[in-house]
């Protein structure tokens, strides 16, 4: 696979075992060969709205990946981050940059080994997107929060429409309050390819009291 091909090829992806296959192999050119060259802006705003909402640790970056998203709340004094993903060979990644404070394999489409409550915060970046996670792991973003926890997760604005996030939202309910939903660019000015100009919305909510 060239690194040209990475980004059809996880928009192609269609079960967690796919995921591992292709994130597997990606691990270790992901943050220069998909991040660096597409101007990867998404956990630079993630962090950024977590923290303009009065977010606090501790956090769980959920699909973690090589720990963009918890380098940039590290950067805005965001701590303790803990992050889970499916792939450790994306965790292995993030682990040798010493950004979070506990990192765990774990599917979102599954239980996460993680007690209810156990969060003041939930963050992700380009999980929520095609071929990856949809809003069935919504449930398991609020088990995990404790009452008023924040959660900020980028959703591309396809997958968005494609997977009925809006009627997750309805069946969530009185389960989650504040609810926002600002669009925002996943990639920066220097992104380019067919891609480029894809957008995503930024689901923000706190578990309800
Ligand atoms: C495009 S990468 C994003 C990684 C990181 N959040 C970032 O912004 O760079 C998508 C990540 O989602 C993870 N992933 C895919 N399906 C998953 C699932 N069912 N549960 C947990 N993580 C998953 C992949 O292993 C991969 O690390």
């Known amino acids: 696979m060239t690194d040209k091909t990475d980004l ?3 928009y192609r ?3 967690p075992d796919d995921s591992k296959r292709l994130y597997a192999v990606w691990a270790d050119t992901y943050d220069s060969s998909f991040a660096a060259d597409m101007d990867f802006a998404l956990p630079g705003a993630v962090a950024k709205a977590f923290a303009d909402a009065g977010g606090r640790g501790p956090v769980l970056d959920l ?3 090589t720990g963009l998203c ?3 709340l590290r950067a805005l004094n965001i701590t303790p981050v803990d992050a889970t993903d499916l792939s450790p060979e994306m965790l292995a990644v993030a682990r ?3 950004i979070y404070a506990t990192l765990f394999e774990g599917n979102l489409l599954e239980r996460l080994a993680v007690d209810d409550g156990t969060y003041a915060g939930a963050v992700s970046t380009g999980t929520f997107t095609t071929g990856h996670v949809g ?3 919504l449930d398991e973003v609020v088990r995990i929060l404790a009452p008023g926890g924040l959660a900020v997760i980028s959703v591309h604005a396809e ?3 494609a997977q009925g996030f809006g009627d997750k939202l309805d069946a969530l309910g009185d389960a989650i309050d504040q609810l926002q939903m600002p669009l925002v660019r996943i990639y920066g000015d220097k992104g380019h390819g067919a891609h480029k100009d894809d957008l ?3 689901l923000m909510f706190r578990r309800a009291q």
Do not use: C, V
């Open 159 to 161: 997958h968005w429409q």
């Open 135 to 137: 809003p069935e792991a």
């Open 96 to 98: 040798r940059k010493d």
């Open 8 to 10: 059809q090829a996880a």
């Open 70 to 72: 918890g380098a940039a």
């Open 63 to 65: 699909g973690a990946g």
């Open 200 to 202: 995503s919305k930024l």
């Open 13 to 15: 992806l269609r079960t």
